[in-house]
């Protein structure tokens, strides 16, 4: 019996583990015995060169802008969409009528790609000619046109990033909050409305957060790993063929230009992935430490 | 198990290889027997070009050629498949990088321009030439120029401009709220130009003897002129097409653009006589007008399993098929053929704005330097871009440049 059941667990379990080992943890270990070599345009190098790849990446101010610019980022972009796509929730939850309806409606963007938006966003609502749907607004109000995403002064570029961002996002984390909300026993809400708690405020600031405290650690930390992962729309609304501005680049996009796209210094780029990677890990452990998530919902 | 490992990681590539592939690979093979052997081409815009490329394969006796036509990042795609055994025999690059050399990722070609060697640009075969060997085989040479539209610059008293300066002002005075006076890519112009500003102060990305060739005042003072374009506000930016399309010129979005040669038969089309094209202007006493030349050629992997019979494929098409590369450089996009015997005998270059063209690269080509690595090159744009937009200053962000780069031509320099 327990062989049989050793077979089905592995007929079930093997097909992942193995795409998972085959395609996540060798490229990985992979990569790191690659930041220690000189590997130029090869993967199997065999020049050894110690840490001489740590050293470059980090002294190459390129790099530590990028992770500099991605803190601030993520310090910005993680609060904000947890806010808004609470709030949503929230809302939504309270709705009495085609609650499905709304539900979906803020889904919906969830579901389109990234690329996709990025485009939308840079060569419609955000061209930077007359014509574009920003611009167009700006000249009811005989404002001039502004290029959104090619002046770097005042930064503009970020607020088409962080719309299409929250716009894709938003939905996605409403979601995994309507879910944690509709866990909550409504006896709590009745308790509290016996004990003379003024709805709003104060129901939100103690009954709803504290139950929600085990969503709520998920989605920051999917936000947290999310914003460092930032590829495909930064890269979609600002690279062109000739390369990618030196302001709001990702430290992805940067290795991409450097390391791992034409010019394959493989080393190069594996220390910076390495080093990105460490800092994910850092910031995801103590933020872990920090919100406690072995607290259930139920414990709150 | 370390190897084993190795040979899945590879096959892993490979299989995304395939996966990607599959959109691409038309199965077709070549019209002759003996081995196959696949050829890959990045995405052509122009009607026409796959279908010609196709034909010339089929016509190839001694080999059965597939041809792979690639849409997307064409040189990420090329650098990543010369690391398994999956890649082309045969490909086209706007290299080889030098690293990918180095790195003995595709082979000596120098036998087979032996005695026509003279008759290629010497601006488009240099970059494709490392230490005294040839490692691809031109195809054809584009080049970057400006494009002017007569009847606006008539409308606002503005003559051509051929110094920079007078470039600036022009850009300035052309500009209303309507049209802007310049386009140099929505970026500001850091990609698109390079090292063309360099160029046309009399000054070089990489000198003869592998140093920095722009280590001095005279670059700072260049490249700070062309913040004035932005601060002006005579730049358009943020337009929907980029600078390597016509788009934005012959909408009438701006009155001046850099672009390519390859735009000349639309904005023809578009404008008829309304247009007329210079090179990037002089600056400074020692300045000369500039153009940016560059050409993709053809290469063999390393790793092909036919490497004679692919650079005897390559030597029909590229060396003694005359007849397609005239075909491929003139019947459908726009260029210039790397043969100049071949681009002497074209009618379509010797009048108007084309035959313009043909001077220019001949007196004011210059193309990107071998040894101008991606981290060269990241550094040099990271800096132009934020003296053009941002008004960093010159001098300081040159100096940064100058340190990275002499740093990366170090590295090149030491271990050859």
């Not at chain 1, 800092?279 to 919902?297: F, S, Y």
């Not at chain 2, 030439?129 to 195809?139: F, L, S």
């Not at chain 2, 990241?378 to 962000?397: F, H, K």
Request: with cysteine; hydrophobic share 45%.
């Amino acid at each position: 019996m327990r062989r049989r059941g050793a077979l089905w667990f592995w007929v079930f379990v093997g097909p992942f583990a193995l795409g998972l080992a085959l395609f996540t943890y060798v490229p990985l270990l992979w990569s790191v015995a690659l930041s220690f070599f000189d590997a130029r345009n090869t993967v199997t190098p065999t020049d050894f060169v110690g840490p001489a790849n740590y050293t470059a990446v980090l002294g190459d101010d390129g790099f530590t802008d990028s992770l500099r610019t991605f803190l601030v980022f993520t310090a910005f972009i993680v609060p904000v969409t947890y806010v808004f796509s609470l709030s949503l929730a929230l809302m939504v939850n309270r709705v009495r009528r085609a609650r499905a309806f709304f539900r979906s409606v803020f889904f919906l963007p969830a579901a389109c790609s990234y690329v996709v938006a990025a485009l939308i966003w840079k060569m419609s609502l955000f061209s930077g000619v007359r014509f574009g749907l920003a611009n167009t607004v700006l000249g009811w109000f005989g404002e001039d046109p502004v290029a959104w995403l090619a002046t770097p002064d005042p930064p503009w570029y970020w607020l088409v990033i962080v719309t299409v961002r929250l716009w894709l996002q938003t939905g996605f984390y409403m979601i995994l909050f309507l879910a944690g909300l509709q866990r909550i026993d409504p006896v709590l809400y009745e308790a509290a409305a016996v004990d003379g708690a003024r709805p709003g405020w104060t129901v939100l600031r103690h009954i709803t957060l504290p139950q929600l405290r085990a969503t709520s650690v998920a989605v920051l930390l999917l936000l947290v790993v999310g914003a460092f992962q930032a590829f495909d729309e930064f890269y979609n609304l600002l690279s062109d063929a000739r390369g990618y501005p030196p302001y709001a680049r990702p430290p992805l996009v940067y290795l991409y230009y450097t390391a791992l796209g034409q010019g394959q210094n493989l080393g190069f780029g594996s220390a910076g992935a390495v080093i990105l990677a460490l800092v994910v890990a850092v910031v995801t452990a103590g933020q872990a430490r920090w919100l406690k998530p072995g607290r259930t919902d139920g414990d709150g | 198990m370390g190897s084993f490992s190795r040979r899945t990681l590879l096959a892993a590539g490979a299989g995304a290889g395939i996966l990607t592939a599959c959109g691409s690979n038309t199965g077709r093979g070549g019209g002759g027997s003996g081995p196959r052997l696949s050829h890959w081409y990045h995405q052509y815009g122009e009607a026409g070009t796959e279908q010609a490329v196709q034909r010339y394969a089929a016509a190839y006796q001694k080999a059965r050629v597939g041809i792979e036509w690639r849409p997307g990042n064409y040189d990420q795609q090329t650098a990543a498949a010369l690391l398994t055994d999956s890649g082309p025999d045969v490909f086209e690059a706007d290299g080889p990088t030098l690293d990918q050399i180095r790195g003995g990722q595709v082979l000596d070609l120098t036998e087979l321009v032996d005695g026509v060697k003279g008759d290629f640009r010497p601006a488009v075969l240099g970059p494709k030439t490392y230490e005294g060997k040839v490692w691809a085989i031109p195809q054809v040479v584009d080049m970057q120029l400006l494009y002017y539209r007569k009847s606006l610059l008539e409308d606002a008293g503005v003559e051509p401009p051929t110094t920079l300066d007078a470039l600036v002002d022009a850009a300035g005075k052309l500009t209303d709220d309507k049209v802007k006076g310049l386009f140099l890519g929505n970026d500001g112009g850091a990609g698109a130009l390079g090292g063309t500003p360099l160029y046309a102060a009399g000054l070089q990305l990489v000198t003869e003897d592998g140093g920095v060739g722009f280590d001095g005042p005279a670059a700072a003072r260049t490249l700070g002129k062309l913040h004035r374009l932005h601060a002006d506000r005579s730049l358009l930016l943020g337009a929907p097409t980029d600078w390597s399309d016509p788009a934005a010129f012959v909408q009438g979005l701006t009155a001046m653009q850099w672009s390519g040669l390859w735009a000349l038969p639309q904005v023809r089309k578009e404008l008829g006589d309304d247009f007329g094209v210079l090179p990037f202007p002089e600056d400074g006493s020692d300045g000369r007008p500039a153009v940016l030349v560059g050409a993709y050629g053809a290469a063999v992997s390393a790793r092909s399993r036919n490497k004679e019979a692919a650079k005897e494929y390559v030597r029909w098409l590229w060396v003694e098929r005359i007849d397609y590369q005239r075909d491929f450089a003139l019947s459908y996009g726009f260029h210039i053929p790397a043969r100049i015997s071949l681009a002497a005998r074209a009618p379509e270059l010797e009048e108007g704005p084309a035959a313009d063209a043909v001077r220019f690269t001949a007196d004011h080509g210059h193309a990107q330097p071998l040894l101008w690595t991606p981290a060269c090159r990241t550094a040099y744009q990271d800096a132009l871009s934020r003296i053009i937009r941002s008004g960093a200053d010159p001098e300081s962000e040159l100096r940064a440049v100058v340190r990275k780069v002499s740093a990366e031509l170090d590295r090149v320099k030491k271990s050859s």
